[in-house]
């Protein structure tokens, strides 16, 4: 069964450092990888997403992810992070079982970032 | 922004009413879901609709009931809810077909059952 898996509750960043936030994933097959922010009392905004190709793909807002075979990890980067950068995020893999698009969502990271 | 659109933002429904959500999406895309998402908790799907055609419950209770009249809506019908039901239901819309499609959401409506 395919899963994602993020290690963290809860990211702390001061305003201007780099940020990660981490995800790895348990596929049979070739992986299609998404990651998702959610502000407060909001639905889920699609950040970016990996399906082939260049390992290093950039997405909204300046994020980016580095997909990595070796140690199966999807990792969410962005090299200065802001306050208004602070939310939940969401690691998701597609599960393509029955020729449908589904997602599976891991727990979700909540990202503060301080003045 | 979400091309995704949901109505109501917020419903507070008693247990022995009947309500509905509804979703609108103006994309083209053939795939529409219904998720389910709890305090503090990732989304859990619910049902998955494909060319106006139910896909996937994913073993939802009865009392919801989805219905897609065209392929630019979807509606989920409630009745005889719990308490436990309150959560935000977040609907989504795909392109169908294999492949990394991204799965696009709505801003959810707020159910509260009292």
């Known amino acids: 069964a395919q899963s994602v898996a993020q290690p963290e509750d809860q990211v702390n960043v001061a305003e201007g450092n780099p940020l990660t936030v981490k995800c790895t994933y348990s596929v049979s097959g070739n992986p299609y990888l998404f990651w998702y922010v959610q502000y407060p009392n909001r639905g889920l905004q699609f950040l970016l997403k990996y399906i082939t190709g260049d390992n290093l793909v950039k997405g909204s807002y300046g994020f980016e992810a580095e997909f990595n075979k070796s140690q199966t990890s999807f990792h969410l980067k962005k090299p200065s992070a802001l306050v208004s950068d602070s939310a939940l995020y969401f690691c998701a893999v597609r599960d393509g079982s029955g020729g449908y698009n589904k997602l599976i969502f891991g727990a979700g990271t909540r990202l503060a970032v301080h003045p | 922004d979400t091309e995704v659109t949901q109505t109501p933002k917020h419903l507070v429904m008693g247990m022995t009413n009947k309500k509905s959500l509804k979703c609108e999406q103006h994309?083209?895309?053939?795939?529409m879901y219904w998720y389910k998402q709890k305090a503090k908790k990732p989304p859990e799907l619910m049902f998955v609709y494909s060319y106006e055609k139910l896909s996937i419950n994913e073993s939802v209770p009865s009392r919801f009931s989805p219905e897609c009249p065209n392929s630019s809506l979807l509606n989920l019908h409630l009745h005889a809810l719990q308490p436990e039901d309150s959560a935000l239901y977040l609907c989504?819309?795909?392109?169908?077909?294999?492949?990394?499609?991204?799965?696009?959401f709505g801003e959810g409506s707020w159910l509260t059952v009292v």
């Open positions: 989504a819309s795909s392109q169908e077909g294999a492949g990394g499609n991204t799965i696009y």
């Open positions: 994309m083209g895309h053939r795939a």
